[in-house]
């Protein structure tokens, strides 16, 4: 592979206070070679230069927290077959990668559909961003994610140790728990109640930890957030609602959270940009889910506020769908509910990359890391829908999307 110099950029990303200017990068066998001035990049033969005239280039996107396509798959598709939707979670994750996601961590998805797909973008049969997977999240009976496929169910705690191992046989690269109700779901699925015993969970974290797995937590209230990391939880899912006891206890521990704004701000009451209100009218929630997202949403940016102050490590996953749609304005969610625009940035590339425990690999602009970049017309640090000003987005060093054509 001949090496690539992307030049006249500015860089932006969460390992640089400032932005750094007149750039160049140099780009050789998938990786970031050099970080230099437009000035002076050297005579290479056999290069090629591409001149960006004064483009900003930050690192590809990482989404954590999705399911492929919106788990609510039944309720806008109830006629769909299941062959069908998991074409569809290779053609909305294939469409992710065109606007920016080069990663994606997927938290769920039937009948190991996320394995084979990650597979199959892996050996380069379809160009789709590196998959992170769970296999399936993990539930009780009368668990949250009922109809929605993305869930196996047991109860006991011989039934969540076969679980965890058959997810860790089926191809999974971390574990998913479902420890508590959510906002999307039946009306008996209720997220202040913890589903899972403490003898079911202590059989989950101990396979887990005695096969070297991460897990991620869907916890939903505080006392199910503090549970989930003094039992070694690596990340926290949605943590609807959230005390200063649960935000310390992720602060000390540097666990990550994943707010999931999209689940509470889907619907018209929390629309304000453009992209935000042409989503909410094309992918109206049911009236019941619709009344349910809005009640929780001042709790869980009240949680979220909280966990900013006290400095929790947070990252971006939408948990929602269309990605191309929903990865974008969960970044923008995070900036509405209080966060600045490069701290945004840093939790959908840095924090990302470590929450796929990919910290050495990607989520940086930085020498001896995979070329997994986002050019933009427009600083996205200066304003945060700017992430939607895509000229070219690079995977491994190769131009898997190019405006220009
Ligand atoms: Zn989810």
């Known amino acids: 592979m001949i090496p690539t110099v992307l030049t006249n950029i500015n860089i932006?990303?969460?390992?640089?206070?400032?932005?750094?200017?007149?750039?160049?990068?140099?780009?050789?066998?998938?990786?970031?070679?050099?970080?230099?001035?437009?000035d002076s990049v050297p005579k290479m033969r056999d290069a090629k230069i591409v001149d960006l005239d004064g483009?900003?280039?930050?690192?590809?996107?990482?989404?954590?927290?999705?399911h492929?396509?919106?788990?609510?798959?039944?309720?806008?598709?109830?006629?769909?077959?299941?062959?069908?939707?998991?074409?569809?979670?290779?053609?909305?994750?294939?469409?992710a990668l065109q606007v920016g996601f080069t990663s994606l961590?997927?938290?769920?998805?039937?009948?190991?559909?996320?394995?084979?797909?990650?597979?199959?973008?892996?050996?380069?049969?379809?160009?789709?961003?590196?998959?992170?997977?769970?296999?399936?999240?993990?539930?009780?009976?009368?668990?949250?994610?009922?109809?929605?496929?993305?869930?196996?169910?047991?109860?006991?705690?011989?039934?969540?140790?076969?679980?965890?191992?058959?997810?860790?046989?089926?191809g999974a690269d971390f574990i998913k728990v479902v420890m508590t109700g959510g906002v999307m779901g039946a009306c008996w699925d209720d997220p202040d109640h913890?589903?899972?015993?403490?003898?079911?969970?202590?059989?989950?974290?101990?396979?887990?930890?005695?096969?070297?797995?991460?897990?991620?937590?869907?916890?939903?209230?505080?006392?199910?957030?503090?549970?989930?990391?003094?039992?070694?939880?690596?990340?926290?899912?949605?943590?609807?609602?959230l005390d200063e006891e649960a935000v310390q206890l992720m602060a000390d521990n540097g666990t990550y959270y994943n707010p999931t704004f999209c689940i509470t701000h889907l619907i018209p009451q929390a629309a304000v940009s453009e992209y935000h209100k042409s989503y909410v009218e094309e992918w109206?929630?049911?009236?019941?889910?619709?009344?349910?997202?809005?009640?929780?949403?001042?709790?869980?940016?009240?949680?979220?506020?909280m966990a900013l102050e006290y400095g929790v490590r947070i990252a971006s996953g939408c948990?929602?769908?269309?990605?191309?749609?929903?990865?974008?304005?969960?970044?923008?969610?995070?900036?509405q509910n209080g966060m600045e625009p490069m701290e945004a940035i840093k939790a959908a590339t840095l924090h990302g990359a470590a929450v796929c425990e990919m910290q050495d690999k990607i989520g940086s602009i930085e020498v001896g890391k995979l070329a997994d970049l986002l050019v933009l017309e427009k600083n996205p640090a200066?304003?945060?829908?700017n992430i939607r000003t895509v000229r070219m987005v690079l995977k491994g060093g190769i131009v898997v999307h190019d405006s220009d054509g």
């Not at 932006?12 to 206070?17: E, F, G, I, S, W």
């Not at 932005?19 to 780009?27: E, M, Y």
């Not at 050996?123 to 997977?133: E, I, M, N």
């Not at 202590?202 to 937590?217: C, E, L, P, T, W």
């Open 194 to 241: 913890a589903h899972l015993m403490d003898d079911e969970l202590a059989a989950i974290f101990d396979v887990a930890k005695a096969r070297g797995y991460q897990v991620a937590a869907h916890a939903a209230s505080p006392e199910t957030v503090k549970t989930a990391v003094l039992g070694g939880a690596y990340t926290i899912e949605h943590g609807y609602t």
């Open 105 to 170: 961590r997927v938290v769920g998805a039937p009948d190991f559909s996320d394995v084979a797909w990650k597979q199959a973008f892996e050996s380069g049969l379809y160009t789709g961003p590196r998959l992170f997977v769970a296999g399936h999240a993990l539930a009780p009976t009368a668990g949250h994610g009922q109809g929605m496929r993305c869930s196996v169910e047991s109860d006991g705690s011989e039934g969540f140790r076969k679980l965890v191992r058959e997810q860790i046989q089926g």
């Open 284 to 305: 109206p929630l049911q009236d019941d889910l619709h009344q349910r997202a809005n009640e929780r949403r001042p709790e869980h940016v009240e949680g979220f506020k």
């Open 382 to 385: 200066e304003n945060i829908h």
């Open 319 to 335: 948990d929602a769908g269309p990605l191309k749609d929903t990865g974008l304005l969960e970044i923008e969610l995070l900036v």
């Open 12 to 38: 932006v990303d969460a390992t640089r206070q400032d932005p750094l200017t007149n750039a160049a990068i140099v780009i050789r066998e998938g990786s970031i070679h050099d970080i230099i001035s437009r």
């Open 68 to 95: 492929m396509v919106s788990p609510l798959a039944p309720f806008y598709f109830p006629k769909e077959p299941i062959i069908d939707r998991y074409i569809r979670q290779g053609r909305e994750t294939m469409d």
């Open 55 to 66: 483009a900003w280039v930050i690192p590809g996107l990482i989404d954590t927290h999705n």
